[in-house]
């Protein structure tokens, strides 16, 4: 890696701001991620006429992505962690672009299969290394926010492809679709590797004053916050395995994925086949859950942050927020899922992810917080799960309304979030680090 150590004196001085541009940058490769994701979902019916494929088929298809993500996490957050952010991140977004543009190739079930393993593949350690990179960037009181923030950018990614699509589709036909989303993550690695160093103190329009709010030195100039040196860290994969707060972590993400998948990656589908949109309407009102998704991002975080400032306890920062956007999920869902109504579908649905998305911030700060040097491996694991949950969600989603029952996918979200609650309330501890050996608080370094 290349992390220096924090410089011993505290600076004196207008702190210079250069850590929110980073963070526009990053949120940039957040929207990309998505953009690059979910645009198959929009272009799902033009390939299942085009192809003749059913909606098991589909979830194969879509589930061949989420599984291959799903197994480069805890590899991709483990690089990440060892050769640093500015190295890996890069050439994930390289490769996993030019697999979004060989998508529109693809001529036979096998090659949609493999195309979409190997794009999961490459996009797996994205978000786990660009997690240690924001761990070693913002101070614990900030992680909330740029957690909510970068997770808002990939709910506008995911929220524009629908009419972005359907535009390029009627255009020039849906093939191009991937063309264009995947030239966008090429330009992003170059900009990336030229303007990010892996941690703020080796920046040059990072001056000491920015340093010290972000490392949280205190008058005599100590730290507060540790950053790692520069030898590269074992992971202590034995206690990271035996600890069950990491489980109860993955467990509450496998939850959160789940239910976020279906609005993700069926939606397009439920909207056209069950609730009888035009294609035009689809392109719009399938956007509007994940607009609602944006705000919910950033609240999310932003709440939580806030709480702690005020109560100086992650516990119930992270715990209260999530909690709230669980219930506040299965609240509109059950409605939404039930009603008659199409457009009253749309709204209820607009809420619940609005609500399942405040449930994404606090996750991924709770990750920082208890991962430490090695954040980009925990939340590897994290998202690992998750992303299991995604898989199992794509093709359950496919099996249920085959079998002829649009309501019983979301009915099975309710329960899972309902599961989700209880293991925020009474199991998960933010405060409890996953890689000491005994229960020790989490440093948040």
Request: proline share 5%; glycine share 10%; hydrophobic share 50%.
């Amino acid at each position: 890696m290349e992390d220096s150590l924090v410089k011993e004196k505290v600076a004196v001085g207008k702190p210079t701001k250069f850590r929110w541009v980073m963070l526009f940058i990053i949120c940039l490769m957040y929207l990309i991620t998505y953009m690059d994701r979910v645009n198959i979902s929009t272009v799902a019916p033009m390939i299942q006429k085009e192809f003749g494929y059913d909606k098991i088929t589909m979830g194969l298809i879509f589930s061949a992505f989420t599984f291959a993500y799903s197994l480069g996490q805890v590899p991709g957050g483990w690089i990440g962690d060892r050769f640093g952010p500015r190295r890996v991140l890069p050439v994930l977004v390289a490769f996993w672009s030019i697999m979004t543009m060989a998508t529109a190739q693809a001529g036979s079930f096998i090659q949609w299969v493999v195309i979409r393993a190997l794009f999961g593949a490459g996009e797996a350690g994205a978000f786990p290394t660009a997690t240690r990179a924001m761990q070693l960037w913002y101070a614990p009181a900030e992680r909330g926010f740029v957690q909510g923030i970068t997770h808002s950018a990939t709910r506008i990614g995911a929220a524009l492809v629908p009419p972005i699509s359907v535009a390029i589709m009627v255009a020039f036909g849906w093939r191009w679709v991937f063309y264009s989303f995947g030239l966008l993550g090429v330009v992003w690695a170059v900009l990336f590797y030229i303007v990010y160093r892996n941690t703020p103190e080796d920046h040059s329009s990072v001056n000491e004053a920015e340093v010290a709010i972000i490392r949280g030195l205190d008058a005599n100039g100590q730290v507060k916050v540790p950053v790692a040196s520069g030898v590269r860290p074992t992971v202590p994969w034995k206690i990271l395995l035996r600890s069950r707060n990491m489980w109860y972590l993955m467990a509450i993400y496998f939850v959160y994925i789940y239910c976020s998948w279906i609005f993700l990656t069926w939606l397009p589908i439920y909207m056209v086949e069950y609730r009888h949109f035009t294609l035009i309407q689809m392109g719009i009102y399938a956007s509007l859950p994940l607009w609602a998704g944006v705000v919910g991002d950033t609240a999310g975080g932003m709440i939580s942050d806030y709480i702690l400032k005020k109560t100086k306890n992650i516990k119930f920062a992270r715990r209260s927020v999530a909690i709230a956007g669980s219930l506040g999920a299965i609240a509109f869902i059950i409605p939404g899922a039930t009603t008659t109504d199409p457009y009253i579908a749309v709204a209820c649905l607009t809420g619940a992810m609005f609500f399942l998305e405040c449930v994404l911030s606090p996750a991924w700060a709770v990750a920082m917080d208890v991962g430490g040097e090695f954040s980009g491996t925990v939340s590897g694991m994290m998202n690992m799960a998750g992303t299991l949950g995604g898989g199992t969600s794509q093709i359950m989603f496919g099996v249920l309304t085959q079998l002829g029952s649009w309501i019983a996918p979301f009915i099975v979200s309710v329960v899972l979030l309902a599961i989700g609650v209880v293991v925020w309330a009474f199991f998960l501890d933010p405060e409890k680090s996953v890689v000491e050996k005994s229960d020790q608080p989490a440093t948040g370094g």
